[in-house]
């Protein structure tokens, strides 16, 4: 079959696009004829060597932790789908940047998502569930509202505009928080669609915020990678804030971390919003699989208009 791997670490020309043996299901997973695959920013980190000593897979490596296909393959123990179904889902850190790919996570697609949006749909949600849940917006391992949804405190999402930021509005919104969140002002008329009150991220945001939630604000979501000691001095106490980008940070000011896991209940919640018409990930652009280093070049420079998608039908 044909991937994409890097044999190692660099800049996207280190990925190349191979002919390798085909994994096969085990045990509690299933294989898939991937249909298109997401880039996330842990691909092309684990690409660049930015997580060495930290997170070392062996190499060669297949990046992709997103991706939608057709069962083709279903290992023993596993009951909840068969072969012909249609899952979107994830697996370790890696593997699915390629035309089969084994799940060890998945769930089936909301109805309305198209084949890209299935695509961009689990890593971001299953992070930000987990940022929401790490500062009590959600219950852990649940989509239920946690204290501060219940009490409808105010979140705010600093870089809502991104992947995990647009996720971690939907479903804080759906939990019932009022949710404050930062983006360029070209993007804040998609932050209001989805339920947000939009602000500029940068210096002076503590006066922004304070103008538009003058009751305070309960937790932050940190998904931008910004200045977290500014957003520790917005709420006052590093424990109600977490940070998905920032460990280094988060680490020197007591502040929380969390991340994406291969996580079914996340991926439910997903497409349980998707359902409802919430959650629609936004894609901004599409390449086939050879050439996944032109798509890796354009999600490292921090491509502004949505998720960059591998389409393995082209």
Known sequence: MRAAR?????GPEELRVEDVPEPHATAGTVRVRVLAA???????????????????????????????GVVDEVGEGVDDVTTGDTVFGSAGLGGLSAEHAVLTAWAAPAAGWSVEQAAS??????TAVHALAAVGVLEPGTSAPGPVGRAGGTVLVEGASGS??????????????????TARPENHRVLEELGAVAVAHGPGLAGRVAAVAPEGVAVVLDAAGADLDQLVALVGDPAHVVTVVDPVAAGRL??????G???????????????R????????RTFPLEEAAAAHRLAEGGFPGGKVVLDLRR
């Open 6 to 10: 890097f044999h190692r670490y660099g």
């Open 38 to 68: 997401g880039v996330n920013p842990i691909d092309w980190k684990l690409r660049r060597g930015d997580l060495r000593g930290v997170v070392d897979p062996p190499l060669p490596l297949v990046p992709g932790r997103d991706a939608v």
């Open 121 to 126: 749909a689990g890593l971001a949600m299953t």
């Open 164 to 181: 995990v930021g647009a996720a971690a509005v939907v479903a804080a919104v759906a939990a019932g928080a009022r949710v404050v969140g």
């Open 254 to 259: 007591g502040a929380l971390v969390a991340g």
């Open 261 to 275: 896991e291969n996580d079914v209940a996340a991926l439910r919640t997903a497409a349980a919003l998707g359902e």
């Open 277 to 284: 018409g919430l959650y629609l990930p936004r894609v901004g």
